[in-house]
């Protein structure tokens, strides 16, 4: 199964840049091609950029609440939602 997830990744990428209509290419933070991250939150592509942008879904079909941990370098950052509107976010320093 864990040889098979890349192409995963891929086909999940292509399939959401078609139906959400972009552009860009998309990332995936996958600890596991490190191997050596276990339980820790690591993900080169977030730490090393000024901005990105995050899509999340809830497959549910109800209203949820969910808590999104993103490991990010700095305290400057700001969460905004779909429509540009400032979301209650915080920063919380990650231990070395």
Same mark, same amino acid.
Request: net charge negative; aromatic share 4%.
């Given at each position: 199964? %864990?040889?098979? &997830? ?21 990332? &995936?933070?996958? #600890?596991? *091609?490190?191997? $050596? #991250?276990? $339980?820790? %939150?690591? #993900?080169?592509? *977030? ?9 999340? +879904? ?5 209203? *949820? ?9 700095? %305290?400057? +950052? ?9 979301? @209650?976010?915080?920063?919380? @320093?990650?231990? $070395?």
């Amino acid at each position: 199964i %864990s040889e098979s &997830h890349n192409e995963v990744e891929v086909g999940v990428a292509l399939s959401l840049k078609k139906l959400a209509g972009i552009d860009a290419d998309l990332k &995936h933070c996958n #600890c596991n *091609t490190g191997g $050596n #991250c276990l $339980n820790i %939150s690591v #993900c080169a592509f *977030t730490v090393s950029q000024d901005e990105f942008s995050v899509a999340a +879904w809830n497959p549910l079909g109800q209203r *949820t609440v969910s808590v999104a941990r993103l490991p990010v370098v700095g %305290s400057s +950052w700001g969460v905004t939602g779909p429509d540009g509107k400032a979301v @209650a976010s915080q920063v919380i @320093a990650i231990d $070395n």
